[in-house]
């Protein structure tokens, strides 16, 4: 049974400690002051906007989002069905929720306003009106790009020519690890056992560019994979698509690598306690106490930055 909290319950995930890096208080209203905002009663106004706001999708986000929900869709459907989705399907499918992002955002508000959970609101419509020519232009092309490149992956060819040798993992919403009794939480796009070459294999699909954190964030996914199966590094292999470009890039991990995960990880809880003001309810300290970042590039993108120019 749900059961409403006065804060949030704490739990660390590389995209969180991401957060708390670029700016305190982003991080705060991320992940405390939204707290309870999608209540429509027995909850102060100033936390169903701060909800609302963490609501707010750029396009690139959207984008990713839209693209991996499709993949995630086809790949479950070949397995059950032994047939590949064409090109122009995942085309048209995908346009298709664009569409309807672009029609909530412009059209549906108030309905967003009130159940933000439930309507899509494109960032760049709430602060601007309007969603810039060349940035539509550039997204038409990128899912032609990003769904051929899907289909002729290494990946997707090695799924449908040995889909009985494969043994998929477990859906996402169910990937999470405790490291010192904390509930950390990765999102991994896909990963399976393959029977043939007796590996493990971690698939990340990317619809952006190469990242200095792509490695960090692979890393992750190995540890996680290393301590649910029981296997050694020696066992898994690391992917990353990066449909953009079709190309494919391939992760070694060391001992190491997992000693730096794990130091990571023990710094960021370390620096994320800060912001307790009690660490048993996970109470957040005053708004005021999350530091606003100073390098401002940050902020042009921040879902945020209503809030912040209102101080």
């Known amino acids: 049974m749900f059961e409403i909290t006065p804060y ?39 936390h169903q906007l701060v909800y609302r706001l963490k609501k707010l999708q750029p396009m690139p986000i959207l984008f990713g989002q839209i693209v991996h929900r499709f993949i995630e869709q086809a790949i479950n459907d070949y397995l ?19 569409n309807a992002a672009f029609i909530d955002s412009t059209r549906h508000l108030e309905s967003w306003r009130q159940k933000p959970n439930k309507y899509y609101m494109m960032q760049e419509i709430y602060y601007t009106g309007k969603l810039p020519t060349d940035l539509v232009q550039d ?22 020519s040995q889909r009985g040798s494969l043994r998929i993992g477990e859906p996402e ?23 043939l070459t007796d590996k493990w294999v971690i698939v990340d699909w990317k619809t952006g560019g190469e990242s ?14 290393q301590q649910k199966y029981r296997v050694p590094l020696e066992q898994i292999e690391v992917y990353n698509e990066y449909l953009l470009t079709g190309k494919r890039k391939k992760y070694s991990f060391t001992d190491f690598d997992m000693e730096n995960i794990l130091h990571t990880f ?5 620096e994320m306690k800060k912001y307790q003001a ?13 530091e606003q970042t100073q390098e401002k590039w940050h902020c042009r993108g921040c879902n945020f930055r209503e809030l912040c120019a209102q101080k």
């Open 8 to 46: 949030p319950t704490f739990s660390w995930s590389l995209s969180r400690h991401k957060t708390l890096t670029s700016c305190a208080r982003k991080y705060g209203y991320e992940y405390y002051f939204s707290h309870n905002g999608w209540l429509s009663y027995n909850v102060e106004p100033y």
């Open 80 to 98: 059950q069905t032994g047939k590949p989705p064409t090109l122009e399907e995942l085309i048209h499918w995908a346009r298709g929720q664009l």
């Open 139 to 160: 997204y038409k092309e990128r899912i032609k790009l990003v769904f051929e490149h899907f289909l002729r992956s290494e990946t997707f060819q090695q799924i449908t």
């Open 173 to 195: 919403q169910f990937r999470s690890m405790k490291i010192n009794d904390i509930q950390v939480f990765v999102v991994m796009d896909f990963h399976y056992f393959n029977e």
């Open 212 to 225: 200095d954190d792509d490695r960090q964030q692979l890393a992750l996914y190995a540890y996680y994979v």
């Open 266 to 270: 023990q710094y960021s809880v370390l």
């Open 278 to 290: 009690d660490i048993f309810s996970n109470e957040p300290v005053d708004l005021e106490d999350f």
